[in-house]
């Protein structure tokens, strides 16, 4: 632990860098304690531990056998490919596409995060993000009084979320149909904010509360039958 010049313990955290964010994350996606990774990738519980607390530098060994225990590549945990669009991996040439029923779907969409709002706009068709959480069944976000999303309640719109996993070449989506509609009562909105309050990412002063009820709801879910072929895009050297 640091100390000051003044010779008290410092109780600033370290810094885990963007490589330790990743390994936790990841981690934390596959439901795996640091004791269980360190034992995949056969390394000390302790180093997963400083990895994820600390920027520190880290050999190619050390790297790749986390990358194998957490299903995943060098690359991604270092954040290659994460500034351009997902789904550039070659496609699994067999897989199944499955259909979702809805308390699946619901699953899907549980834990909330971001989603899109497809709506009609007087400039056309357009698709927005949005943090969202669910509740009751309906598809809870927070704009401004002025945008496209407020403008577009009382009106059918449709809100859809996906995820990919190019490693593995899986990937789900569901589709919400719905009404939305502005929630003005003050003690709901009070009770939103203390319980499914989503955060909204862009900042500003987001305080219209928008409410989806849903009319349908769809998803569908690409398994594979085969081991994945991935394409990282890069030739390898010789």
């Known amino acids: 632990m640091k100390t000051t010049n003044e010779g008290r313990a410092s109780t600033r955290p370290a810094d885990p860098g963007d490589l330790g964010r990743r ?21 000390d519980a302790g180093f997963v531990a400083y990895l994820e607390t600390h920027a520190v530098p880290v050999g190619v060994d050390p790297l790749t056998r986390l990358a194998d225990a957490l299903d995943t590549t060098v690359g991604c945990l270092l954040g290659g490919g994460h500034d351009v669009p997902s789904g550039r991996a070659r496609a699994n040439a067999r897989v199944l596409l499955e259909e979702l029923d809805p308390a699946t779907c619901w ?11 497809l709506l009609t ?3 056309g068709l357009v698709a927005l993000p949005v943090n969202y959480r669910v509740l009751d069944a309906t598809i809870l976000y927070r704009t401004t009084a002025d945008s496209d999303l ?55 002063d987001r305080d219209t509360w928008v409410r989806i009820r849903p009319t349908g709801i769809t998803g569908r879910i690409i398994r594979p039958e085969g081991p994945p072929i991935v394409d990282s895009g890069y030739a390898e050297a010789e």
């Open 23 to 43: 390994i936790a994350h990841r981690r934390t996606q596959l439901g795996l304690t640091r004791a269980q990774t360190a034992e995949r990738g056969g390394l």
């Open 107 to 117: 699953a899907k969409l549980a834990p909330g995060g971001v989603g899109r709002v």
């Open 121 to 123: 706009t007087p400039h």
């Open 150 to 204: 407020a403008e577009a309640t009382g009106h059918e719109v449709a809100f859809e979320v996906d995820q990919l996993d190019e490693v593995f070449a899986t990937g789900w989506s569901v589709l919400v149909n719905g009404t939305a509609a502005i929630v003005s009562d003050e003690d709901v909105v009070h009770w939103f904010e203390q319980h499914a309050d989503p955060h909204p990412w862009a900042g500003g």
